[in-house]
């Protein structure tokens, strides 16, 4: 008789990974540092700044994965290291962390889920005295300790920032250099700024002077630092919103770090800030990808743009800060061709003030031939032949390689054809090549007093932008040809 053995099947068993700490030397974690100003103060110390004036705003930015994770920060001449930084975890609102441990440690995380856990951190400016402004996180030993199943940290792949050497994106903004920190003595990193402020644009509608950065990437995700509530991304069809609903606070409680993600596949962006942000304009912005990623060289032509209120963006309902330069036509208009954009409108302002104000704005933007600028000015008062000549000289001769003068539009006083006479004679009278000017006498659609496109007669609300876009669309390859 022959018996059937029966085979017995052994289910395999799972075998519980134990947790494990590792410590990351400053090496692992410095591609995660963006806007330093000024990181080899002292050595063996990178100094991550903070100022009043957000001038200077450094924040680390990656992923770090465990349940747990602390960090090592101080700062010299600080009597208040109990709360010298912020931090927020997987887009959560900035908090303090409390007091370093012994070994001089921050708690970043504890506690959560093993896994990747996307972390921001800075230093908070204490009571506006300026004793973390001398924060920084040694350079040398261990920096960063993570527990978990598999405890790691990515950083960025690469960053760029306004005013930085990164050739492979474009800043149409420009930069003044307003001093050095004294702290840190008179040979240290200037702070920056936008290239126009005046110190008055703050609060909400200010969307002239946004900071601006044209790139190229195929990440699925950008990392974005700023002051701004409100980021906004260009893909070249579609303008994207996000919003940060951290309510705003002052020195570094100010940060915002926007992820943006569910991008796929090569593509030029612009990403540029919203419109409320205190004074200063636009002191900083940063753009990074994650790790393993990079950007693609990108330097496009720039298109500056020099109006009024309705060059700037300005709402003309209520304040609201959601508004911004992206729903301006110039903007769309130029993007859509391969501009980077620069908005420099400002509300209010006629072609005199542009006149005044011009040689200062241009000597810190950086111009070439391939660049246009575009002037837009005229519904405040008529302009004269002298401040329009004078206008499109100094456009000249910055080393534009075209100028664009767009006439006064309609309005339903009828007040705008004699004010573009005096604009078309004075730029025929100049009989340069290279200066182009558009007639918008004939676009009779825009005068109107119409809830939803104009509705105070002045200013456009979107749909009546998108209007306008329709006419630039057709008159503005003409001018650029």
């Known amino acids: 008789m ?22 990351f030397g400053y090496a692992s974690v ?49 009597t208040n290291l109990s709360d010298l930084l912020r931090v927020s975890v997987d887009g959560g609102p900035f908090a ?35 004793a973390n402004l001398y924060a920084f996180m040694p350079s040398t030993g261990n920096v960063l300790r993570v527990t978990g199943s598999s405890p790691d940290v990515s950083v960025a792949g690469e960053w760029t920032q306004i005013g930085d050497a990164n050739a492979k994106t474009t800043k149409p903004m420009g930069l003044i250099p307003t001093g ?46 700023s002051q701004y509530r409100y980021v906004h991304l260009w893909d070249g069809t579609v303008l994207s919103q996000f919003d940060s609903t951290t309510a705003m606070g002052i020195g570094a409680d100010m940060v915002r770090v926007h992820r943006i993600t569910g991008l796929s596949g090569q593509k030029t962006y612009h990403v540029f800030g919203g419109a409320n942000a205190t004074t200063p304009v636009g002191a900083w912005f940063s753009v990074g990808v994650p790790a393993g990623q990079s950007f693609a060289s990108l330097p496009l032509p720039q298109a500056h743009l020099f109006g009024d ?46 006149d005044t104000n011009l040689a200062g704005m241009l000597a810190v933007l950086n111009v070439s031939a391939s660049d246009v600028a575009h002037v837009a000015i005229g519904q405040n008062a008529t302009p004269t032949a002298a401040e329009i000549t004078s206008i499109a000289s100094k456009l000249i001769a910055k080393g534009y390689g075209k100028v664009i003068f767009r006439g006064v539009l309609p309005v339903i006083t009828g007040s705008h054809p004699a004010k573009n006479t005096v604009i078309s004679g004075a730029l025929n009278a100049m009989a340069d090549p290279r200066i182009r000017y558009i007639d918008p006498n004939s676009w009779t659609e825009l005068a109107v007093n119409t809830p939803g496109v104009r509705n105070d007669g002045i200013h456009f609300l979107p749909s009546g932008y998108d209007l306008l876009l329709n006419r630039m669309d057709v008159t503005l390859p003409n001018a650029l040809a």
């Open 2 to 23: 022959t018996v059937a053995l029966r085979q017995r099947r052994l289910r395999p068993r799972t075998v519980a990974v134990a947790p494990a700490t590792v410590q």
């Open 30 to 78: 410095a591609g995660g540092w963006t806007l330093l100003t000024d990181a080899a103060i002292a050595a063996g110390k990178t100094y991550t700044t903070v100022s009043a004036d957000q001038g200077q705003a450094a924040a680390w930015v990656g992923v770090i994965r465990g349940t747990d994770a602390r960090v090592r920060m101080s700062a010299d001449f600080s």
């Open 96 to 130: 303090s962390p409390g007091a370093p441990d012994a070994n001089g440690e921050y708690a970043l995380f504890a506690g959560l889920a093993d896994g990747p856990h996307f972390v921001a951190f800075m230093p908070k400016l204490i009571g506006g005295t300026g």
């Open 180 to 225: 050095s920190d004294g702290r840190h003595g008179a040979s240290r990193t200037p702070l920056n700024r936008a290239a126009w402020n005046t110190g008055s644009f703050t609060g909400t509608q200010r969307t002239g002077t946004q900071n601006l950065i044209a790139l190229a990437t195929a990440s699925p995700e950008l990392w974005v630092v």
């Open 309 to 354: 209120s309705i060059t700037q963006g300005v709402d003309p309902t209520a304040a609201s800060d959601d508004r911004n330069s992206g729903f301006v036509d110039l903007f769309r208009a130029f993007a859509r061709r391969g501009y980077a954009v620069g908005n420099f409108g400002s509300g209010g302002w006629t072609a005199g003030n542009l």
